[in-house]
């Protein structure tokens, strides 16, 4: 069974970094993109970043380009995203998700989620 | 960026009666080399992740009920539940994935009338 546990998320300050993890399972993590992608109430659902084609190539939206990093370590099937410089507009619930191969290609499945919320 | 939108927002059908959500892109997703349409549809239920149901505009994911399908191409796409049941009342979302930033609509609420 395909599973993806999302952690990390919590309260920071505006400014303030968290660096989310995803622990994948079930599958050939070396052969699938992996994204991740946010939901607020407000805004819906966000494509935030994926990275594809054994960890090379790195895609970020433009809300977030210059303050998140996501990375993958295959060894530990695991992708992180680092986000720096946080602002009260990325409060969200991130999820993980797994594209079906590069990064034209649809989400499934998408893990329970993960919360940040960034206050003061 | 490719702008999606959906019709209606919400939408309240009969049990056993038909539901059909609209979503529209703001540039065609038909990619012209292979012919094909990259659009998915997503159903979301409460508390709950996404969920995948249609690919490639009409393709069902595998387990998916045949009550559900997908049409369209071009900019104009739609998704029909063909005999509403209980257990679909969730939240719809069509999303396109031919380019970055990949955008999703602002989703559609089903209930039961």
């Known amino acids: 069974e395909v599973q993806l546990l999302a952690s990390g998320g919590g309260l920071v300050q505006p400014g303030g970094s968290l660096r989310l993890s995803c622990a994948a399972s079930g599958f050939m993590f070396d052969n699938y993109a992996m994204s991740w992608v946010r939901q607020t109430p407000g805004k819906g659902l966000e494509w935030v970043s994926s990275i594809v084609g054994g960890r090379s190539t790195i895609f970020y939206a433009d809300s977030v380009k210059g303050r998140f990093t996501i990375s993958g370590d295959n060894s530990k099937n695991t992708v992180y995203l680092q986000m720096n410089s946080l602002r009260a507009e990325d409060t969200a619930l991130y999820y993980c998700?797994?594209?079906?191969?590069?990064?034209?290609?649809?989400?499934?499945?998408w893990g329970q989620g993960t919360l940040v919320i960034v206050s003061s | 960026d490719i702008v999606m939108t959906q019709s209606p927002d919400s939408l309240a059908v009969s049990l056993g009666e038909r539901a059909t959500i609209n979503c529209k892109s703001s540039q065609t997703v038909l990619y012209s080399s292979n012919n094909k349409n990259y659009l998915a549809w997503y159903q979301q239920k409460s508390g709950q992740p996404p969920k995948l149901l249609i690919y490639w505009a009409s393709t069902r994911e595998s387990g998916v009920p045949d009550r559900f399908s997908g049409s369209g191409s071009g900019t104009d796409f739609t998704l029909t539940i063909s005999s509403l049941q209980a257990e679909d009342v969730a939240v719809y979302y069509c999303q396109q994935y031919l380019t970055t930033p990949l955008t999703f609509g602002p989703g559609t609420k089903v209930d039961i009338k």
């Open positions: 998700v797994r594209s079906a191969g590069g990064i034209n290609t649809w989400f499934d499945p």
